[in-house]
């Protein structure tokens, strides 16, 4: 029997497995997956079009010509044009900054006070657990986007409210994970050896069972950006965004809608953008999640 060709020898490279396990170390293959790198890619363009969204288009998104109104994609207008004659393709470029910042701000704004509810529930008294916990439950039972829906309705239109609608739709399920890692963490041996060696509680909390209890869910965070994203994009659909003539991913469907027979680009458009923009996110938020777990991709 013939033995194995070493297919390294043969095209004369140098194979450093067997010198890393001779020494004790694991060698560790980095691999990116096409599909992640892709939806890195496009997130980085989407943080390009959110910063300096003039280097990817010179157009203005606000200008009009009735003379160009529904204007299917050509060599001139990319992605077309909608009813007013404006470009879609400038709109939909201009319209990331505002999906962004919805999208990170209400995360911020859920994580933050989530995080606060969720250490009070996970250290304090066994009363205000069940005090917190249930409110969770209760809030918890809404969908997110019909939480936020009954939140702007008290606070009204505009992108300030809908980002602080969105962004404490989020608080109960971000509440609920920090209490869940702060009630494993608090029993954990270093927060024992802590409380022995004599520091305080409040030393106790801000040096060991918050960084520890929050990790995690600052990574599940990120999978979170982009259902914010939607569901800011469903409320600015149903009128509670910024008012027209502002470029938004929501008001281009609500806008577009009225003209899917005859001109199925001012819908397929918006949409797209915002399929890819949470998918590329959840994809990279999912990737960070498993290689926090140590799992191979």
């Known amino acids: 029997m013939n033995p194995p060709v070493n297919h390294t020898a043969r095209l004369g490279l140098i194979d450093v497995a067997p010198v890393f396990?001779?020494?004790?170390?694991?060698?560790r293959r980095w691999t990116v997956r096409p599909g992640l790198a892709l939806a890195g890619l496009f997130v980085l363009f989407l943080l390009i079009a959110a910063l300096q969204p003039a280097w990817l288009v010179s157009g203005d998104p606000l200008q009009a010509s009735a003379r160009e109104a529904f204007r299917a994609p050509d060599s001139v207008y990319?992605?077309?044009?909608?009813?007013?004659?404006?470009?879609i393709l400038t709109r939909l470029v201009y319209a990331v900054r505002p999906s962004l910042v919805l999208g990170l701000s209400a995360t911020a704004i859920g994580l933050l006070v989530g995080t606060v509810f969720g250490l009070a529930a996970g250290l304090g008294p066994r009363w205000l657990d069940g005090a917190v916990m249930r409110t969770v439950d209760v809030l918890l039972a809404f969908p997110d986007l019909l939480l936020a829906l009954v939140i702007i309705t008290f606070f009204g239109q505009g992108q300030l409210n809908l980002i602080l609608a969105v962004g404490i739709a989020s608080v109960p399920r971000y509440a609920r994970l920090v209490r869940a890692q702060t009630l494993g963490v608090r029993s954990a041996g270093y927060v024992e050896a802590a409380?022995?060696?004599?520091l305080s509680r409040a030393a106790v909390i801000v040096r060991h069972i918050l960084?520890?209890?929050?990790?995690?869910?600052?990574?599940?965070?990120t999978i979170g950006i982009g259902g914010n994203i939607v569901n800011g994009a469903a409320l600015s659909f149903l009128g509670f965004g910024a008012p027209p003539p502002a470029p938004e991913w929501g008001g281009m469907l609500a806008?577009?809608?009225?003209?899917?027979?005859n001109a199925g680009w001012?819908?397929?458009?918006?949409?797209?953008?915002?399929?890819l923009t949470v998918v590329s996110i959840s994809a990279i938020g999912r990737e960070l999640l498993r290689r926090s777990e140590g799992k191979r991709p």
Do not use: C, F, Q
């Open 21 to 27: 396990a001779a020494h004790g170390v694991r060698s």
């Open 78 to 87: 990319w992605l077309g044009t909608d009813e007013n004659g404006r470009d």
């Open 195 to 198: 409380t022995t060696l004599g």
């Open 211 to 221: 960084p520890n209890a929050i990790k995690p869910v600052l990574i599940l965070a």
């Open 255 to 261: 806008m577009g809608r009225n003209y899917l027979a």
């Open 266 to 275: 001012l819908v397929a458009w918006p949409a797209l953008a915002i399929t």
